[in-house]
């Protein structure tokens, strides 16, 4: 599957962006899809993930009531819809598939970049006033 994210830019503390990922060449609800972040000079950390049929979401703590994943299967599309922003969550933002439908059990490998085996290239979010 081939992933692009989009929706990036610049945008005030404490404002919201939306960003947008979109999937081709593949059944998209059969692949489990995540959110990472790189910020400058740090690892690229996970941030959420959504099963494919949309029903479960796992999210990591530091965004867990800001950010909010969703997907619409048939427009082969997943979104992330930010809010109360924060200079921290500057970053590149990438999407991620997995070949598995489901969320792996394993807390450890669901938020591992190892249990996403198709990537997108990323798009800048920079908080900032």
């Known amino acids: 599957v081939q992933l692009q994210a989009s929706g990036g830019g610049l945008v005030q503390p404490g404002g919201y962006l939306r960003l947008s990922c979109a999937a081709s060449g593949r059944t998209f609800s059969n692949h489990a899809v995540a959110w990472f972040r790189q910020a400058p000079g740090k690892e690229r950390e996970f941030l959420v993930a959504i099963s494919g049929t949309g029903q479960s979401t796992f999210y990591t703590n530091s965004v867990k009531g800001r950010f909010t994943i969703s997907r619409d299967n048939p427009k082969n599309t997943m979104y992330l819809q930010m809010s109360n922003l924060k200079p921290e969550d500057t970053a590149v933002y990438y999407c991620?598939?997995?070949?598995?439908?489901?969320?792996?059990?394993?807390?450890?490998?669901?938020?591992?970049?190892?249990?996403?085996?198709?990537w997108g290239q990323g798009t800048l979010v920079t908080v900032s006033s």
């Open positions: 991620a598939a997995s070949s598995n439908h489901y969320l792996s059990p394993s807390l450890r490998r669901r938020t591992s970049e190892n249990e996403y085996d198709y």
